[in-house]
């Protein structure tokens, strides 16, 4: 008798194993200090007269927001939970009470949607679609799947518990209530919209078909992540880069895995962007202050030196 043979593909953990290795280093703090006299820099975690001051500026807490005193008295995991009937509430009412910037961005990404929408069959078919690019863009869509994306949220907010950060806590916290809210909200319209999928039907993308391909799931929540993170590290400049850049690597890779169209891939990073700039406008209130991170040891600094006839540079690695 043969044997079957079982193929397990690796990638996907590898890179999902080596993302959250990346989250684990932004998550601890690292205190730096000067090379000159070895005292604690700032932003080491010892009170000084600016870390003691209100923060002021791009350092306030968004929307100028501050805790209220029934927030203080409930710890933040509770707040999320009561909070998730009214984010729901405000999310689905938005258009009738959003601002004019808003509005303006929510013009522009329905408008681009609805025009993707008559070209997403031409677009299916201009790729090769070989076996290759399938399991090639299957392997990078998985970094936008629930389990990881509310794993690195876990991951914020464990490493934050453990090395005392509240900033860290708030992002884990904000994270998974906005992926939450993402999934509930994606859920509805997909169930509304009941797209084929582009490996159906030779890719004509009918609605109301009883597919659940419109808008993409893995984007939607991909982006409402990314905007909570790149939001609550906006001052590391890496941070953002690095959170967009993955975020529209996992719409790309679900466009090329034969699972979306353009326009499910566009409609879902426009709605988790939203969803999560809401909730962080909504609900962030600690300061973008604190320690060094350790992502700073990654990026080195240049510093030059002069000294009688010598001209020299000092590479330092953030520590």
């Known amino acids: 008798m043969g044997r079957s043979k079982v193929k397990l593909d690796i990638v996907p953990y590898i890179a999902s194993s080596l993302l959250c290795l990346?989250?684990?280093?932004i998550g601890l703090p690292c205190p730096a200090q000067n090379a000159s006299d070895g005292t604690p820099a700032a932003g080491d975690g010892s009170p000084t007269p600016e870390a003691t001051a209100a923060p002021t500026g791009k350092n306030a807490a968004p929307m100028g927001r501050t805790a209220t005193d029934a927030e203080t008295t409930h710890s933040i995991e509770r707040r999320m939970v009561g909070r998730l009937l009214t984010d729901q509430k405000e999310i689905w009412t938005s258009p009738f009470h959003t601002s004019r910037p808003d509005a303006k961005w929510w013009l522009i990404i329905g408008a681009a949607t609805a025009a993707l929408v008559p070209a997403d069959h031409w677009l299916a078919t201009q790729l090769p679609n070989t076996a290759d690019q399938k399991r090639f863009s299957r392997y990078f869509s998985n970094l936008g799947g629930p389990y990881l994306t509310y794993g690195i949220a876990?991951?914020?907010y464990l490493g934050g518990k453990i090395t005392d950060n509240p900033r860290a806590v708030e992002t884990g916290v904000l994270s998974a209530e906005a992926l939450t809210n993402a999934l509930a909200v994606v859920e509805v319209i997909k169930l509304i919209t009941r797209r084929e999928r582009p490996?159906?039907?030779?890719?004509?993308?009918?609605?109301f078909a009883g597919g659940s391909s419109f808008p993409s799931?893995?984007?939607?929540?991909?982006?409402?992540?990314?905007?909570?993170?790149a939001s609550e590290y906006s001052d590391i400049k890496i941070v953002p880069i690095a959170s967009y850049a993955l975020a529209t690597l996992v719409g790309a890779s679900r466009f090329g895995a034969r699972k979306h169209f353009a326009s499910d891939v566009l409609a879902g990073a426009g709605?988790?962007?939203f969803i999560g700039r809401h909730i962080y406008n909504r609900w962030a209130t600690e300061p973008k202050t604190?320690?060094?991170?350790?992502?700073a040891a990654l990026v080195p600094h240049f510093e030059p030196m002069l000294g009688g006839?010598?001209?020299?540079?000092?590479?330092?690695?953030?520590?």
């Open 154 to 156: 876990g991951g914020f």
């Open 290 to 295: 604190g320690p060094h991170w350790k992502i």
């Open 199 to 207: 490996d159906v039907d030779h890719a004509l993308g009918h609605f």
């Open 22 to 25: 990346l989250i684990g280093l």
């Open 271 to 273: 709605m988790g962007w």
């Open 309 to 319: 006839d010598a001209v020299g540079v000092a590479l330092n690695w953030g520590r």
């Open 217 to 229: 799931g893995h984007e939607i929540m991909s982006w409402s992540l990314a905007t909570i993170v």
